[in-house]
T-cell receptor, first 115, second 112 residues
Framework: GAVVSQHPSWVICKSGTSVKIECRSLDFQATTMFWYRQFPKQSLMLMATSNEGSKATYEQGVEKDKFLINHASLTLSTLTVTSAHPEDSSFYIC???????????FGAGTRLSVL | KNEVEQSPQNLTAQEGEFITINCSYSVGISALHWLQQHPGGGIVSLFMLSSGKKKHGRLIATINIQEKHSSLHITASHPRDSAVYICAVRSYSGGSNYKLTFGKGTLLTVNP
């Protein structure tokens, strides 16, 4: 089946630094990519939706200047957590929608720990 | 009240038992997903359904649109089925976009 690769799977960084997470659809073109955040024992929460070549649509309460999303191609979207702080520590998951089949595939997630 | 409610939150079973996980939702949807999340965090999509019933191996998913309810069944459960099972409903968020709203998940532990 279709594969979504997310990298890195785990990152530790110092407070104030920026972290970039990549999400790639390996064998299909993703018309839309989604970024989610999951805190321990909580459900996944949608952060933003991005369509290739256009600006991402952010959910209410998600700071677009802090969580920069770039979807420059049909196979790659990136999420950059700028000036990360300990409260940004979470599990970030991307997913990609295969337009023709209207199916959503998930990445393995990135665990971010900000010290 | 959450838009997507799952029950039970935690479920412990003995190997071989028949498992049922329930999902109720309160919004209009175009489809419902059942997902499996392993301890490492990675998510696998098990089913996407908008009506009726689907079966894949030992897994069966059903949905009743009128009652806004779905169930995930696991027959002959095995320790490797231990994971968090998540129900997610798909609804349109405007234009050509849609979004998924997730339940909190059901932690299933199958003991040998």
């Amino acid at each position: 089946g279709a594969v979504v690769s997310q990298h890195p799977s785990w990152v530790i960084c110092k407070s104030g630094t920026s972290v970039k997470i990549e999400c790639r659809s390996l064998d299909f073109q993703a018309t839309t990519m989604f970024w989610y955040r999951q805190f321990p024992k909580q459900s996944l929460m949608l952060m933003a939706t991005s369509n290739e070549g256009s600006k991402a649509t952010y959910e209410q309460g998600v700071e677009k200047d802090k969580f920069l999303i770039n979807h420059a191609s049909l196979t790659l979207s990136t999420l950059t957590v700028t000036s990360a702080h300990p409260e940004d520590s979470s599990f970030y998951i991307c997913s990609a929608r295969q337009g023709a089949k209207n199916i959503q595939y998930f990445g393995a997630g990135t665990r971010l720990s900000v010290l | 009240k959450n838009e997507v409610e799952q029950s039970p939150q935690n479920l412990t079973a003995q190997e071989g038992e028949f498992i049922t996980i329930n999902c109720s939702y309160s919004v209009g949807i175009s489809a419902l997903h059942w997902l499996q999340q392993h301890p490492g965090g990675g998510i696998v999509s098990l089913f996407m359904l908008s009506s009726g019933k689907k079966k894949h191996g030992r897994l069966i998913a059903t949905i009743n649109i009128q009652e806004k309810h779905s169930s995930l069944h696991i027959t002959a459960s095995h320790p490797r089925d231990s994971a968090v099972y998540i129900c997610a409903v798909r609804s349109y968020s405007g234009g050509s976009n849609y979004k998924l709203t997730f339940g909190k998940g059901t932690l299933l532990t199958v003991n040998p």
